[in-house]
């Protein structure tokens, strides 16, 4: 029976590769010149360091043109608000991945209010949806493509 899973995952190494080349556009920018200006990133958390609230607010844009330009939907990003204390500012940035349970139950919903002929299941951070034709399953994938959940979905393990 064909299957698929709806799916909402990073790329890690396209995340690194951008907050790599952000610090680097940082560093030789010439309105952070002498300035302790960074972006760290820590598993999924991504950390905006300057030292004004103003240097944050300039670098946020940078990040995030950086994120789409490598392919990472900012629909994934959490942005936290600007925090200073004592000389330095910071913004805490999280990388949403997987499907919490109540995303899951809303595309389930909308996948049975759409009376197609197909079956979907929550299995840990992602949904599984099972049919008997092909073309069932094609209809569900276009119909998620055009609803808003909220963060960025992918459709793989494709299995006829």
Known sequence: MPSFDVVSEIDSHELQNA????NREISNRFDFKGTDARIELAESVMTLIADSDFQVQQMQPMILQKLSKRGIDVKALDLGDIQTSGQKARQVITVRQGIDKETASKIVKAIKASKSKVQAAIQGEQVRITGKKRDDLQ????????GDYGLPLQYNNFRD
């Open 19 to 22: 907050v790599d080349q952000a």
């Open 139 to 146: 209809g569900v994938i276009a119909m998620l493509k055009d």
